[in-house]
């Protein structure tokens, strides 16, 4: 996201955001950093990792920054934009530090690349006159399909082998991503053979392991040990142990104090040596921004000019004309924690569920319905999107005690907005993703489809859960995952449940099943650069929502699952670097107690 001011309305009109509120208290409250250059970006189908906050810093002219081979963009001021999948805005803060001057952050966009390394123990001999000679074979798993990812070197002689060679994948938070291990003792007539050129098919298999990626990754030290599997007759093939690391370069950031100078004045709106262009704009309320002045330059020798408190000049183009200065009084290095560092150190993801029980979904008892338990075991869409988020989900979970209500149904007579989907019990929870199957599906037996279809009640019960959470530490964050088929009748009250829960550690997922008109849920998710508004005007926070329609997305490149949870790391990084909360330190274990609020 990126975020834009000085005047800031005219800014966000200028892309098409921040239209009027219809009030005078919503016009003052429009100060949210992200949703001008959020909506520019979103309408080119590019989605940024990590927020930029942009405050005022001035009146008129601004910078915009662009890595080449980016094109030039004239919008707004004081923000920055990289080359698509080399850089990205990884926060931005810009103060008054004098005239037209600003701070700036940015990182390196590269991909979250986990980084494997592994040792063994206890291997089986398979030698007569010396130890096995093993070697390991990475491979990922995809519909069944294994494919192979790296392999390590030899180790000669040893039954407790340590390997150098690492392998490198990109860690992906929105899929599963199943690994498996083999070992292999190679036989010494291959010894001068390269690793690659192996036949495996030529080699005494010792064991293997499998497991997920996110199950190394949200270790406190990173570390999983697994048991090795071995031919049948043999026992006790000993163990492995892998470990993760994240690029280190995925934590940079670096901080701009820019200063300029002597710039013509115009009218109307107030470590790496990848190029970038610097220009600067005088903008203009239509759209139509002039340009003062632009240079080339790299962060190296943006770095050059902060050392020698030297300037570089803004020229226009087409001539030599000096149209400026721009001075960088301040550059610096900074760690910015990514979304493993807080996942390692003990912060959870606690999921949660709503289904829809509403009349609109069919009678379950017939093939058409999207309720319809199919007896041939193939999932209906409720299923899919519980079965699929929940699979990614659970492994951030250390209990894996999932709350799971339903709403628009009658219970006991009455229609009921917000109750337990484990009718057997007055618990909210269930244990497992199996055990959030198997409550709805006892459900469909057990209530009668009713209507009308309400959020409000379920995101209120969610958003009780995450304010009660605070009461006993910050390192819990909760997903809400909405599944429904019908038109709000509770608009405006979904819109200030929302807006309340911004302030509070929740996302909120919703699928949208069937062929229902969803515009609705597309006004929830502000992916167009608005934020929501509640009926006092308050304005959210931030973002929380993401909806996906599944029949938009079924048959694409992409799954529901991953359209539904590429945002959520941006949300929870947003939430916590927002309230400065820093990962754990390694060993600190929160207050135990109750996650959720007692039954009323």
Request: hydrophobic fraction near 40%.
């Amino acid at each position: 996201m990126g975020g834009c001011f000085s005047d800031v309305r005219g800014g966000m009109e200028a892309v098409g955001a921040g239209r009027s509120r219809g009030s005078a208290a919503a016009a003052a409250q429009v100060v949210g950093p992200n949703d001008a250059v959020a909506y520019f970006f979103q309408t080119r189908g590019l989605h940024l990792f990590s927020p930029v906050e942009v405050q005022s810093a001035g009146s008129k002219p601004y910078l915009l920054v662009v890595g080449a081979p980016v094109p030039v963009v004239e919008l707004c001021p004081w923000w920055v934009e990289f080359a698509s999948g080399v850089w990205e805005v990884a926060a931005g803060v810009a103060e008054k530090l004098g005239d037209f001057c600003c701070v700036v952050w940015f990182g390196a966009l590269a991909p979250r690349l986990a980084l494997l390394s592994f040792k063994a123990s206890k291997l089986r001999n398979m030698d007569a006159f010396s130890k096995s000679d093993p070697m390991l074979v990475v491979y990922t798993e995809t519909n069944g399909r294994q494919e192979e990812i790296g392999r390590t070197e030899v180790i000669l002689n040893s039954l407790e082998p340590s390997w150098i060679t690492k392998t490198t994948m990109s860690y992906q938070f929105e899929i599963v991503q199943p690994l498996i291990f083999k070992i292999y003792d190679i036989d010494t007539k291959y010894h001068n053979t390269p690793v690659k050129m192996l036949n495996l098919a030529q080699q005494d298999f010792l064991g293997e392991a499998r497991c997920n990626l996110s199950e190394i990754v949200t270790k406190f030290d990173h570390s999983l040990t697994l048991n090795l599997r071995s031919v049948p007759g043999h026992t006790h093939p000993g163990t492995i142990t892998v470990h993760a690391e994240e690029s280190d370069s995925s934590r940079m950031a670096v901080e701009l104090t820019l200063r300029c100078l002597n710039l013509e004045n115009k009218d109307v709106f107030s470590k790496s040596d990848n190029p970038l262009l610097v220009e600067c704009f005088d903008f203009d309320s239509s759209g139509d921004h002039e340009l003062i002045g632009s240079f080339q330059t790299t962060i190296n020798q943006l770095e050059g000019l902060s050392n020698s408190k030297s300037a570089a000049n803004f020229y226009h183009k087409g001539h030599r004309k000096l149209k400026g200065q721009l001075f960088v009084d301040k550059m610096q290095e900074k760690i910015q924690h990514t979304f493993l560092d807080y996942i390692s150190s003990g912060f959870e993801l606690n999921f949660m569920v709503a289904v829809d029980f509403t009349a609109s979904n069919g009678d379950p008892r017939v093939p058409q319905s999207l309720h319809y338990i199919d007896p041939s075991g193939r999932p209906n869409s409720y299923q899919q999107a519980i079965q699929g988020v929940g699979e990614v989900l659970q492994f951030y979970d250390s209990d894996k005690r999932f709350p799971a209500w339903g709403f628009g149904a009658k219970t006991q007579m009455h229609v009921s907005h917000c109750f337990n989907l484990n009718t057997a019990t007055n618990d909210c929870e269930v244990v497992g993703v199996d055990g959030i199957m198997s409550a709805y599906t006892s459900a469909l037996y057990s209530v009668s489809l009713s209507g009308p279809t309400m959020f409000g009640p379920v995101i209120n019960k969610a958003a009780e859960i995450a304010s009660h959470s605070l009461q006993y530490g910050n390192n819990k964050y909760f997903v809400l995952l909405i599944i429904t088929d019908g038109v709000l009748t509770d608009i405006q009250e979904t819109k200030d449940c929302i807006v309340r829960a911004s302030d509070l550690p929740l996302s909120i997922l919703i699928v949208g099943v069937g062929n229902a008109d969803f515009k609705q849920m597309e006004i929830l998710d502000a992916d167009n650069g608005k934020r929501l508004e509640s009926s006092t005007g308050r304005i959210a926070t931030r973002d929380i929502v993401q909806f996906v329609p599944m029949r938009e997305v079924q048959g694409g490149h992409m799954s529901v699952v991953q359209s539904l949870l590429e945002e959520l790391p941006g949300q929870f990084l947003t939430y916590m670097r927002a309230r400065d909360i820093k990962p754990q330190v390694r060993g600190y274990a929160s207050a135990s107690a109750p996650v959720y609020p007692p039954q009323q």
